[in-house]
């Protein structure tokens, strides 16, 4: 299993600056990786599509990019399917949780 130190996992899990939350099309704003999960769980289906398809996957990206955890970004980036997101999202955020300090 991966070693990671509790302060990297609170700080993959804690809320970003205001300016970088992700708004979704339907116009919920994301804070962290819980929001994104529970969002991705609920979300409409053109909603997802919206973010995730063929051309980009706006979700990865935002993780990559804003959150900084590319371990997550490189699964999100292989799948287009909103089950196999929110299941790579509820794994990553128990796998965090676990090593929180």
């Known amino acids: 299993m ?3 130190l509790p302060e ?3 700080r993959l899990l804690a ?6 939350t992700f ?8 804070w962290n990786l819980g929001d ?6 609920n979300m409409q289906d053109s909603v997802f599509s919206f973010h995730v398809n063929e051309e980009k996957n706006d979700f990865a990206n935002w993780v990559a990019d804003v959150i900084g955890d590319h371990a997550l970004a490189r699964e999100l980036w292989q799948t287009r399917n909103p089950a196999t997101t929110a299941r790579y ?3 990553r955020i128990a796998f965090l949780e676990s090593r929180r300090g």
């Open 89 to 91: 999202l509820a794994g």
């Open 2 to 4: 991966p070693r990671m």
């Open 15 to 20: 809320n970003v600056p205001e300016q970088f």
């Open 8 to 10: 990297e996992a609170e």
């Open 36 to 41: 994104l999960a529970s969002a991705v769980s």
């Open 23 to 30: 708004r979704t099309r339907d116009g919920a704003y994301l």
